[in-house]
């Protein structure tokens, strides 16, 4: 089991108190509202597709740290990349977080997406970081609205422990 | 509307000797992440001591049967030590009689029993409910539900900006219309004592039943229902250094014998034919089914080791143990203690300023602090404080000094990363 300290590194601590890409989108194509009735966490992902990729995204709510940062580093990943990669990071995101995938042995496209590897030590913590990823899913499929909980929810089924 | 403090601040009792008591509960010795556990989540549930644990493998290691039915020797021992639990219990909380005590899975249950067994025989369209905003959803849901169901009104006792029921407007929710009371003796929340037994008197004064929700209290003061003079009382064993999936809920007899059941089967019954089934007496008529005969039976050894050490001085040594952990915080800068009542018990919420609370429990817990975060089923109460949650540290009488400075000494450092 890895130090769980070091979920709060330095680059989440920093998005945190700066998060990227944060504030509403005019005119967005795609947006999605995500929240957490477990512990009160919600955030909203707007984005503007142009062709197959996401020209601009953005993100605002209410979250703990660990939400937020994980927020601001997947607006900043996914910007200007395509539908299919940012399907692709958050397939792998998630499948981090619930631990179905070791980071350090198997091949990804995280990148320093891996700071959040150590939530899967932390089954009442895997939502938190999760939550903008599932939000953003709902909004590339123009789902309206998404919650950790919802059986609506397309990214639902099974999220490890958490 | 403050409580009466002479309730919680006992007559001189003797000091705990806490490290003798903490000798008892083999959890304590726990240290996590190779740092001492401090052990501040006991509003959620409480640790069990050796004397609860022992009992519990004696009934099943030497008289386990089901109770109440074969005429062979375990099962009478059995039943004997399963009434006896009900005795002892009933003693716990000063009950004029043992069939007023009905073993449940816990409050949640006892509430919803009294939401079943009376709410739906007796609260008709139009009729009111009054609960107060500082109830644990287990004593709001089951309330909304029956009000749908049956067209009832649910009003509600607005608090203060320290906690507390606002004054006079209990009074006011009053109508020819209310038909019951529901509050919470301590919130879970905030730790504010409410005043139930002038609340009850207002009721009963106009012939209302009041359910005191007692899972905060039972635990942290001393419960004496024929003094209230409540008509319901609930509680659970869990936050009672018992297991869980016992609770108890009190009753006055006279309303329970009125009362339907809430589930039916074996046990709760005289007798049976397809065409009519007569119901057992009061408390059977409440236990349908096999109830956890081991579980009440560690509820019953729990309250003996409670009232051995004596209510008083647990009641005394938490407020010590309060008055210093508040005294701490409020020290502190960038800390926000939510819930400031004159009269509170054992309960310390609490925010951080630009720290979410759940990123101040993981941190706690790694430096071996375990406190709760959320909302604390209570979604009311953060609504009317602007929260969305808080951090809650809550204390038991195996608590010490030195777990509160670890306390104030995790909060410093989670401020230290945040900063």
């Not at chain 2, 001393?222 to 809920?249: E, M, R």
Request: proline fraction near 5%; charge should be neutral; include cysteine.
């Amino acid at each position: 089991m890895s130090d769980p300290k070091s979920l709060y590194q330095e680059v989440i601590l920093d998005h945190n108190r700066k998060p990227r890409n944060y504030g509403e989108l005019a005119q967005a194509t795609h947006k999605a509202e995500g929240h957490n009735p477990l512990c009160g966490d919600h955030l909203s992902v707007a984005l503007n597709l142009e062709g197959d990729h996401i020209a601009s995204i953005a993100f605002h709510g209410e979250s703990c740290a660990i939400c937020k940062a994980s927020a601001s580093m997947m607006t900043a990943n996914v910007k200007g990349k395509t539908r299919q990669d940012a399907e692709t990071l958050i397939q792998e995101f998630r499948d981090m977080a619930t631990g179905q995938i070791d980071v350090e042995k198997q091949p990804h496209h995280l990148g320093r997406l891996t700071v959040f590897a150590g939530v899967r030590d932390l089954p009442t913590r895997v939502k938190c970081a999760i939550l903008p990823w599932h939000t953003l899913h709902a909004a590339l499929h123009s789902v309206a609205d998404t919650s950790t909980e919802s059986e609506n929810d397309p990214m639902h089924a099974p999220i490890g422990d958490a | 509307m403050s409580a009466s403090l002479s309730a919680l601040k006992p007559r001189s009792v003797p000091a705990l000797d806490v490290e003798r008591i903490r000798a008892d509960f083999p959890i304590l010795k726990l240290r996590p992440g190779g740092k001492p556990l401090v052990y501040l989540d006991n509003a959620a549930s409480s640790q069990m001591p050796q004397q609860v644990i022992d009992r519990l493998v004696r009934y099943q290691t030497t008289q386990h049967a089901n109770i109440h039915r074969a005429v062979h020797t375990l099962s009478e021992i059995a039943t004997a030590e399963y009434e006896e639990a009900r005795r002892k219990l009933a003693r716990f909380i000063n009950a004029r009689e043992e069939r007023e005590v009905i073993f449940t899975s816990g409050t949640t249950e006892a509430i919803n029993l009294v939401m079943h067994g009376h709410g739906r025989k007796f609260i008709c369209a139009g009729d009111e409910i009054i609960l107060t905003t500082l109830e644990h959803h287990s004593n709001i849901v089951p309330w909304q539900m029956l009000a749908e169901e049956k067209g009832a009104r649910i009003r509600v006792v607005p608090i203060n900006d320290a906690g507390e029921l606002l004054d006079g407007e209990y009074e006011k929710l009053f109508s020819e219309r209310t038909r019951l009371v529901g509050v919470t003796h301590v919130s879970n929340a905030l730790g504010t004592v409410n005043p139930v037994k002038q609340m009850i008197a207002y009721a009963r004064a106009r012939g209302v039943p009041v359910l005191v929700d007692g899972a905060q209290a039972a635990p942290h003061l001393k419960v004496d229902v024929q003094d209230l003079d409540c008509d319901f009382y609930a509680f659970s064993g869990h936050k009672l250094c018992g297991p869980t999936g016992i609770g108890v809920l009190y009753g006055k007899a006279a309303l329970l014998e009125r009362m339907q059941p809430f589930k039916g089967g074996g046990d709760m019954i005289l007798s049976v034919t397809f065409e009519k089934t007569i119901y057992n007496v009061i408390p059977q008529k409440f236990e349908a089914g096999t109830p956890p005969i081991a579980a009440a039976i560690g509820l019953g050894a729990a309250v003996d080791y409670l009232s051995a050490i004596g209510m008083d001085a647990i009641a005394a040594h938490e407020h010590k143990l309060l008055d210093y952990a508040t005294a701490q915080l409020a020290r502190m800068p960038g800390v926000r203690i939510i819930g400031t009542a004159g009269a509170k018990a054992a309960v310390l919420s609490f925010a951080l300023e630009g720290v979410h609370p759940h990123d101040v429990g993981t941190l706690l817990n790694q430096d071996g602090v375990a406190v709760r975060t959320g909302h604390h089923c209570a979604q009311p109460v953060m609504q009317r404080f602007k929260v969305p949650a808080t951090s809650r540290a809550s204390f038991a009488f195996y608590n010490t000094m030195a777990e509160v400075d670890a306390l104030v000494a995790g909060i410093r450092n989670v401020q230290k990363v945040f900063s």
